[in-house]
């Protein structure tokens, strides 16, 4: 895959666990995120609901289980959590998001 440097110092992203951090050691924020068209938006939103689709379909099938158990609710939002950060990650690095301050090569 290709790796996500900083425009400001030029430094590598550490990338955990698939996860983006939040902002580079030299204080750049990874927040914003950059709408240029409606078509990038849409292209966007559409990946990501293909991305969070399998945990959608296990939810869906386990939602009985998870109304009769407060903790496997809690750890199903967790998982949802990390998922979405990790898809997060694969969208910025195939270049479909694009947020200020990182440069891929």
């Not at 895959?1 to 030299?26: D, R, T």
């Not at 289980?65 to 939002?77: E, H």
């Not at 949802?80 to 270049?95: A, D, N």
Request: net charge positive; proline share 2%.
């Amino acid at each position: 895959m290709k790796k996500m440097y900083c425009m400001k110092c030029g430094l590598e992203i550490h990338v955990k666990f698939g996860m983006v951090p939040n902002s580079c050691a030299c204080g750049a924020e990874f927040r914003e995120w950059n709408k240029d068209t409606v078509k990038n938006t849409v292209v966007c939103i559409i990946t990501l609901l293909l991305l969070m689709s399998p945990l959608f379909v296990i939810v869906f099938f386990a939602r009985k289980i998870l109304q009769d158990s407060m903790l496997l609710y809690a750890i199903m939002l967790v998982a949802f959590i990390i998922c979405f950060r990790q898809v997060e990650g694969i969208l910025i690095r195939i270049g479909i998001l694009k947020i200020n301050n990182i440069e891929i090569r």
